[in-house]
């Protein structure tokens, strides 16, 4: 079993900045692919951003050139720095991460989610 654990949310004004974390323990032999995804309130849960095991990043469109996914592989952590927000990035951030046992099986895991809300 796999406990991700995210940290990091809360309230900012338009143009400020917020670093989210998540990260892993349990039954990991290697952790593949990591994510951020976010839904708001009523829409569907949508991806933000991906890191690959060996450090290729992904975003969507609406937060390119803003949002930094990063991960520390020691730590079994991926991170989330966001810049620049605007009120259309309120949302509940979760993670999904892509862990590979020890006998090469893989499974997905998501985070419990944080609140994200820019405002003034």
């Known amino acids: 079993q796999v406990h991700l654990v995210e940290s990091g949310g809360g309230l900012v004004q338009p143009g400020g900045s917020l670093r989210l974390s998540c990260a892993a323990s349990g039954s990991i032999f290697s952790i593949n692919n990591m994510f951020w995804y976010r839904q708001a309130p009523g829409k569907e849960r949508n991806l933000v951003a991906r890191?690959?095991?060996?450090?290729?990043?992904n975003y969507a469109d609406s937060v390119k050139g803003r949002f930094t996914i990063s991960r520390d592989n020691a730590k079994n952590t991926v991170y989330l720095q966001m810049n620049s927000l605007k009120p259309e990035d309120t949302a509940v951030y979760y993670c999904y991460v892509d862990v590979s046992s020890r006998l090469n099986v893989r499974s997905g895991y998501w985070g419990q989610g944080t609140q994200v809300t820019v405002s003034l």
């Open positions: 890191i690959t095991s060996t450090g290729v990043t």
